[in-house]
């Protein structure tokens, strides 16, 4: 199976702030890459797919770069409804696989 | 708008089978267009891809599960099933169904879960 390996797992950040979130996979994937975000006790929302497409409906403050073995996740501008849980999941091969999420905390 | 709900027992005791069903609403689970999904979260961890399956029948399994697992699609009642055989508190989780899309860039094809159900808890407890 591709392991995907996010960091950092958590992360404590201000409104207004920019935060990165880096996912590594075991091989290369190409840019065959999704972002999900999960509100508590919610379902996660697409936000990225193929690594750096942004969601139809997703803000802009999202966007996702990368490719091969490294990919991250940017939010500008950090607002009070982006603290929530951030996945990325590889769609390269079966079986699809999940990095072990990144919590993002109002500081 | 696609909706999906997930259905079935909150507990299932360990040894028995774990049965779900995914209703989907404002549009056919016939669509060539789609994959249907489930995928799973223990309390407090991360996301795991249990199988998805096309209204044909045609299906992928998680190697992890694979010998456990099962799923079916009823294009008459417009849902889709989970089985799985054997559970342990391990397979205790939140699990929620989607659809699997794809996009196609030239000769590339893309996979995502978009469209998910709001989750239902299912316990393994005797």
């Known amino acids: 199976d591709i392991q995907m390996t996010q960091s950092p797992s958590s992360l404590s950040a201000s409104v207004g702030d920019r935060v990165t979130i880096t996912c590594r996979a075991s091989?290369?994937?190409?840019?065959?890459v999704n972002w999900y975000q999960q509100r508590p006790g919610k379902a996660p929302k697409l936000l990225i797919y193929?690594?750096?497409s942004l969601q139809s409906g997703v803000t802009s403050r999202f966007s996702g770069s990368g490719s091969g073995t490294e990919f991250t996740l940017t939010i500008n501008s950090l607002q009070p409804e982006d603290f929530a849980v951030y996945f990325c999941q590889q769609s390269h091969t079966i079986p699809w696989t999940f990095g072990q999420g990144t919590e993002v905390e109002i500081k | 708008q696609l909706q999906l709900q997930e259905s079935g027992p909150g507990l299932v005791k360990p040894s028995e089978t774990l049965s779900l069903t995914c209703i989907v609403s404002g549009g056919s689970i016939s669509s060539n267009s789609y994959y249907w999904g489930w995928i799973r979260q223990p309390p407090g961890k991360g996301l795991e891809w249990v199988g998805s399956i096309y209204y044909s029948g045609s299906a992928n399994y998680n190697p992890s599960l694979k010998s456990r697992v099962n799923m079916f699609v009823d294009t008459s009642k417009n849902h889709f099933s989970l089985k799985l055989t054997s559970v342990t508190a391990a397979d205790t989780a939140v699990y929620y169904c989607?659809?699997?899309?794809?996009?196609?860039?030239?000769?590339?094809?893309?996979?995502?879960?978009?469209?998910w159900g709001q989750g239902t808890l299912v316990t393994v407890s005797s």
């Open positions: 091989q290369s994937i190409y840019t065959y």
């Open positions: 989607a659809i699997r899309i794809s996009m196609v860039r030239g000769i590339s094809q893309w996979y995502y879960f978009d469209y």
């Open positions: 193929a690594a750096s």
